[in-house]
């Protein structure tokens, strides 16, 4: 039983990790938009539009308010660092 789980478990680790390489290409290409239009990296009104959505749908399906701001805090930090790489 638990060995079944764990192997669920590890599925939805991967599409998690795969779901996060496709943000993350995504975010690289916005860098180069910004870029090519003079735009800041860092824009702090969308990054709380942003979370502001995911703490929505994670109320939605029962997540922690304060689990989700930090892991959109992570995967946004990640996206800027890659996007000043651009």
């Known amino acids: ?7 669920q478990i590890d599925r939805v680790d991967i599409d998690l990790i795969s779901l996060l390489a496709k943000r993350m290409d ?3 290409q916005i860098g180069r938009e910004k870029k090519a239009s003079g735009a800041e ?6 990054e709380s539009v942003v979370i502001d959505k995911a703490k929505l749908v994670a109320d939605t399906l029962g997540l922690d308010d304060v689990f989700i701001t930090n892991l959109y ?5 990640e996206s800027r660092r890659l996007q000043s790489k651009v």
């Open 1 to 7: 039983m638990i060995d079944d789980i764990r192997k």
């Open 26 to 28: 995504l975010a690289v």
């Open 73 to 77: 805090t992570v995967i946004l930090t």
């Open 41 to 46: 990296v860092l824009q702090a009104t969308r």
